[in-house]
């Protein structure tokens, strides 16, 4: 599954990128993200309750960076396991470009699922994909826009 796109955030790229690698601003920002934990430098481990369709899974995770180029660019490598509802894994590339509007933000995300989830279809699984990105990043540029935890 490929999901991509751009959101402009109203901050300097240096504000952007600090609270990209800011663990509470990102817990904040993952739809149903219970906990977080970790560093840039050790990786994350995160756990999410979510729902895809039929399926409900608490799903357990782990996302580390790699090929850090501050503040421009890094790629988030993860895979989280949800017990019988299957696993996700894959990475996405981030690029920070300077805008009049502030920042703008693109991703590209490469991502694959197995398990019940892969079961459900293409449809159903993008379809929550792009939903979880839309608001994560709507959580994200409100974090950093409205100055929330840092």
């Known amino acids: 599954m490929e999901l991509s796109g751009t959101r402009i955030i109203a901050a300097d790229r240096q504000t952007v990128w600090e609270r990209l690698n800011d663990p509470e601003t990102l817990k904040q920002s993952i739809p149903g993200c219970q906990e977080l934990t970790g560093s840039v430098d050790e990786g994350f481990e995160a756990v999410v309750k979510q729902k895809v369709g039929p399926v409900s899974a608490?799903?357990?995770g782990a996302v580390t960076i790699e090929n850090a180029n501050p503040p421009e660019s890094y790629r988030l490598v993860g895979e989280g396991k949800g017990g019988v509802a299957g696993f996700a894994k894959g990475h996405a590339d981030v690029q920070l470009n300077e805008v009049?509007?502030?920042?703008?933000?693109v991703y590209d995300v490469q991502a694959q699922v197995g398990g019940k989830l892969a079961q459900l279809g293409n449809r159903i699984v993008g379809g929550f994909a792009r939903k979880m990105a839309d608001q994560f990043f709507d959580r994200f540029a409100e974090q950093v826009e409205g100055g929330g935890a840092s």
């Open 58 to 60: 608490t799903f357990k």
């Open 100 to 105: 009049p509007e502030g920042t703008e933000l």
